[in-house]
């Protein structure tokens, strides 16, 4: 099966000349120049195709074939994150993800990195929330081999003492940053309100005594109960095609176990109706106002996303960036936005301001959340929005990274290859009736919860 659409091709690899001089080496430099240019050429739109392919190995992907540059990129997600921290491990899944390139197979730390400079290969890891994210991105005549570290990092890390030591030690040094952090400090303890008995509510950074503790057996544990088969959602863009890409995804993925060893996670509502001042003697005051709101497959979705676009998400044309900053001058940044987890959905407003404004910042969200919940926005304004919305659209998919996480988010997220066809449609038809109903729905009756972090309060 496959799907067409419009959408720009990539127009950035993404590495710079200098990464890819250093190696490349002398000896390929004048390929990673003509591949420099072409890839920053820009392009017109064209029509591209996704592959739902299955291996022999009964593995799935979407493949995106694109032979304008001679590179490869692939995302990947494994289902399970930083929820899968067992109590007190808070951190874990996030050490995991800066460790599986710190060595693998025959290989150690330092000599697993120089294989992939000698190749031009990057290869990351992220623990989101619910899913864990890995990434690799290759010049094609390097495929094999870049599969093939690929293959070591998922399947055979080492995880041993001295790059997980390493690793522990650099999480460390930035956890104490942050506790220095507004910022960050209202987004922990927010988290912590929201969800007190849940492990949404946990840091998913972890703490230094969380960290500290962590071994090399508990990354053994936790790669066992995550790296496996069963809903592994792959996302390919670039020059392979399927015949030569099969075999390769089983070369990586096939020797996984069927089935993971996950901990089940419960649905949960936030808490609300709580406000708190974390006292920090910083120039000025962090702000973090909340409401439960919808997980991805609410039918109610896209009109609540319209709808937070208008209120908060437009960076510079929504009613809170004309009523705080704009009108009152209070914020240089203000947003709000939608958080659909697996288990829970979220709506946040998050801005920063002087101390002495800090009060009033927050009687200015509060009052626009109020004026959407009783009147919402007006014909023109949803017509902008829309506009808007449909028409930088396109933008998510002008480079080969860009395409495979909206092709990856898409398969996490429970959508077939259809849905790039017909998201603008459903945003185009959604009217003020719907958007009114979601902004009540999410809106209106429920106190939020709110924390600022900042100089103490008079």
């Given at each position: ?16 000349p200098?990464?890819?001089?250093t ?7 004048a ?7 072409v ?16 291996t022999p ?9 694109d032979?304008?540059?001679?590179i490869?990129?692939i ?18 899944a996030?050490l995991?993800s800066?460790?599986?390139d710190?060595?693998?197979g ?5 000599a697993f ?6 190749l031009?290969?990057r290869?990351g890891?992220d ?7 890995g ?8 495929v094999?081999?870049?599969?093939e ?9 080492r995880?041993?003492?001295e790059?997980v ?6 999480i460390?040094?930035?956890l104490r ?36 503790g ?6 053994k544990?936790?790669?066992?109960n995550i790296f496996?088969?069963?809903g ?5 863009v ?5 015949e030569r890409?099969?075999?390769?995804l089983?070369?990586?993925?096939g020797a996984?176990?069927e ?5 089940d996670?419960a ?8 406000m708190?001042h974390v ?6 005051t ?11 497959d609410?039918?109610?979705f896209?009109?609540?996303f319209?709808m ?7 960076v510079?044309?929504s ?11 209070l914020a ?6 939608l958080?659909?987890?697996q ?5 946040m407003?998050?801005t ?5 404004r ?14 959407m919940a009783d009147?919402g926005?007006?014909?023109e304004e949803?017509?902008?929005?829309k ?7 396109a933008?998510?998919?002008d480079?080969?990274d860009?395409?495979?996480?909206q ?8 959508f ?5 066809d017909?998201r603008?449609?459903?945003?185009e ?5 719907q ?10 009756g429920?106190?939020?919860l709110?924390?600022?972090v ?5």
């Amino acid at each position: 099966m496959s799907r067409r659409f419009a959408a720009s091709p990539a127009s950035s690899h993404g590495t710079s000349p200098m990464t890819l001089l250093t190696a490349l080496g002398r000896g390929l430099l004048a390929f990673a120049l003509v591949v420099t240019a072409v890839a920053a050429t820009p392009r017109p739109l064209a029509a591209m195709e996704i592959q739902e392919i299955t291996t022999p190995g009964g593995l799935t992907a979407w493949l995106v074939e694109d032979n304008t540059v001679p590179i490869v990129a692939i995302k990947f997600a494994f289902e399970g994150g930083a929820s899968q921290d067992p109590q007190g491990q808070e951190g874990l899944a996030n050490l995991l993800s800066t460790t599986l390139d710190e060595g693998a197979g025959d290989l150690d730390s330092q000599a697993f990195q120089t294989r992939l400079e000698d190749l031009s290969v990057r290869i990351g890891f992220d623990a989101g929330r619910d899913n864990f994210y890995g990434s690799m991105r290759t010049l094609t005549p390097n495929v094999d081999d870049a599969f093939e570290m690929l293959r070591l990092a998922v399947a055979e890390p080492r995880f041993d003492e001295e790059p997980v030591a390493r690793m522990k030690r650099q999480i460390i040094a930035g956890l104490r940053s942050e506790a220095k952090d507004p910022d960050a400090i209202a987004g922990r303890r927010w988290a912590e309100l929201a969800y007190p008995d849940h492990t949404y509510g946990r840091a998913a950074r972890g703490s230094e005594e969380s960290v500290a503790g962590l071994s090399p057996q508990d990354l053994k544990q936790l790669h066992g109960n995550i790296f496996a088969r069963k809903g592994l959602k792959i996302a390919v863009v670039g020059a392979i095609d399927a015949e030569r890409l099969a075999p390769l995804l089983d070369s990586v993925f096939g020797a996984l176990p069927e089935a993971g060893k996950l901990t089940d996670v419960a649905d949960v509502t936030m808490t609300t109706g709580k406000m708190e001042h974390v006292p920090l003697d910083v120039p000025q005051t962090a702000i973090r106002i909340g409401l439960p709101a919808l997980k991805r497959d609410d039918p109610d979705f896209i009109p609540a996303f319209v709808m937070n676009h208008i209120l908060g998400g437009g960076v510079f044309s929504s009613w809170l960036f004309e009523e705080v900053r704009e009108k009152r001058g209070l914020a240089y940044s203000v947003g709000s936005y939608l958080v659909p987890y697996q288990h829970a959905g979220m709506w946040m407003a998050v801005t920063g301001t002087r101390s002495d404004r800090a009060d009033e910042s927050v009687e200015v969200i509060r009052a626009q959340m109020a004026r959407m919940a009783d009147k919402g926005p007006s014909a023109e304004e949803l017509a902008k929005a829309k506009a808007y919305l449909t028409g930088s659209y396109a933008l998510r998919f002008d480079t080969s990274d860009k395409i495979a996480d909206q092709l990856l988010g898409l398969q996490v997220e429970g959508f077939g290859p259809e849905y790039i066809d017909e998201r603008n449609s459903l945003i185009e038809a959604v009217t003020l009736e719907q958007v009114r109903a979601v902004a009540a729905r999410i809106l209106k009756g429920v106190d939020p919860l709110v924390v600022t972090v900042g100089p103490e309060k008079g």
